[in-house]
């Protein structure tokens, strides 16, 4: 089955046909009657879209996961392209099979295999206190972890919400965590490596990943932090582990979100914990700015829409132009470290 357009090549006033996933869909009135409000996505991104009455009434009932053919015409609301649908279809059954998943999806820009290995090579460095490094690989390694932290979306909608995003966040979070404990070094750095390793690992049964994407049962009724401590469990039961360093990993784990209101079951009560929870939000604040001008000329200055999940609108903002000898560096620092990467250092 053919793609047809992509929602990122769609202009603010362009003739529109293309297949895509219903991400969200909601009935609602209008004076002219009801109407759909729909989330359409593709692997390059959303658009908000509205069948309007009659057409609306054609369908009795959508929901998110479900494909279609649309077409339509786009226009600019509030800043925004939206769709307006004057023909859908939604796939059959028998033609999911035959579904360009890999355009449909949003996926992490790196593969998921060369961030696992990245995540393994740094984690064998890392970790030299024997009961560590005997829970980490022993979680990491087991088959159906890592299958799954291979494909989970880090959320539903906010930041790296699409597959692999759990592992890029993952693999974001312990790379700040290891200069955190690089400035300061009174921090217990394995104990934090830990917790950046382990403190969304509950995803995996919190998202249901795939066209979807949406809350589990058990993710809605728990949540990832308890959902991770119950996978963690029969790990730590036979890990050699002193209990005092368990506590603190269930710590990191129940206190990353930083305060209540943004979900933490408990206040960051440790060095480790304030530190783990800054790496978790800032890793998460910037894959938020960073998808906001994915598709943005470098040289352009633009603001974004409002955002909720910020309370600001951003700004793209013009870079400082690199000097001759700042480039030499950076090109110095990519060969160096491509190098390392070789030499598996």
């Known amino acids: ?29 209008s004076k002219n009657g009801p109407y759909w409000r729909l989330t359409l996505r593709d692997s390059s991104g959303d658009m908000e879209a509205k069948i309007w009455s009659p057409l609306s009434l054609e369908y009795s009932a959508l929901a998110a996961g479900q494909c279609a053919w649309v077409e339509g015409r786009s226009s600019l609301f509030r800043d925004q392209v939206q769709l307006t649908v004057e023909v859908f279809r939604l796939t059959a059954p028998e033609e999911m099979a035959h579904l360009p998943l890999a355009a449909l999806l949003p996926a992490s820009p790196r593969m998921p295999e060369d961030m696992e290995e990245e995540l393994f090579d740094f984690c064998r460095e890392e970790f030299t206190y024997a009961p560590w490094r005997k829970l980490v690989f022993s979680v990491l390694e087991t088959e159906d972890i890592r299958d799954r932290l291979r494909l989970s979306p880090a959320a539903k909608g906010v930041h790296h ?7 890029e966040h993952t693999l974001g979070v312990f790379h700040l965590a290891r200069r955190i404990a690089d ?20 995803k995996i049964a919190e998202f249901s990943g795939g066209l979807a994407n949406d809350y589990t049962d058990a993710g809605r009724l728990l949540g990832h932090m308890e959902l991770g401590l119950e996978l963690l469990a029969p790990y730590l039961k036979k890990s050699t582990l002193d209990p005092d360093l368990v506590r603190h990993l269930k710590h990191l784990i129940l206190s990353h979100h930083g305060t209540p209101e943004f979900g933490a079951a408990r206040l960051p009560q440790t060095a480790e914990a304030l530190a783990l929870h800054y790496a978790d939000n800032l890793d998460a604040k910037m894959a938020q700015c960073r998808s906001l001008f994915n598709d943005v000329p470098e040289d352009a200055q633009v603001w974004s829409p409002y955002q909720p999940t910020l309370g600001r609108h951003m700004h793209r903002a013009v870079k400082t132009p690199e000097s001759a000898s700042g480039k030499k560096h950076q090109q110095q620092k990519a060969v160096l470290h491509e190098c390392l990467s070789l030499l598996k250092v």
């Open 183 to 202: 400035q300061y070094l009174e921090l217990d750095r394995q104990t934090l490596l830990a917790g950046a390793i382990f403190h969304d690992i509950g």
């Open 1 to 29: 089955m053919e793609k047809g357009q992509y929602i990122r090549d769609i202009g603010s006033a362009d003739a529109v046909a293309g297949l895509f996933v219903i991400a969200e869909a909601a009935q609602q009135q």
């Open 161 to 167: 919400a699409y597959v692999g995003g759990l592992l």
